[in-house]
């Protein structure tokens, strides 16, 4: 049974940064394209950023991009998004999950899901 948790979220003001993480258990995270979506009160869950799984390359939100990098760490079965400069847009709920795809971007692509972490930008 593989399991995600998120940790890192919080309350931070907005142009500051946070650093979510996504440590895997159950399954080697070499084995997985891995994914963070977002869920804002009221709103759909949507795609933030992906990463290969190589790791030598992300892929992202265009409303995120140049501000939010993920990385990631097989050895430690890690999976890591730093935000930066962030906007009061950015609150909602942060999820990883799992991909066997090689990109992706659909919620149905991604298997498993973690139970989320809350992110809160205040003005």
């Known amino acids: 049974q593989v399991q995600l948790v998120e940790s890192g979220g919080g309350l931070v003001q907005a142009g500051g940064s946070l650093r979510l993480s996504c440590a895997v258990s159950g399954s080697p995270l070499s084995r997985y394209t891995m994914g963070w979506f977002r869920q804002a009160p009221g709103k759909e869950r949507t795609f933030v950023g992906g990463?290969?799984?190589?790791?030598?390359?992300?892929y992202y939100l265009d409303s995120v991009k140049g501000r939010f990098a993920i990385g990631r760490d097989n050895a430690k079965n890690t999976m890591y998004l730093q935000m930066n400069s962030l906007k009061t847009e950015d609150t909602a709920v942060y999820y990883c999950?799992?991909?066997?795809?090689?990109?992706?971007?659909?919620?149905?692509?991604?298997?498993?899901w973690g139970q989320g972490t809350q992110v809160t930008v205040s003005s």
């Open positions: 999950a799992t991909s066997k795809s090689w990109t992706s971007r659909k919620i149905s692509d991604y298997d498993y």
């Open positions: 990463i290969f799984l190589s790791g030598a390359s992300g």
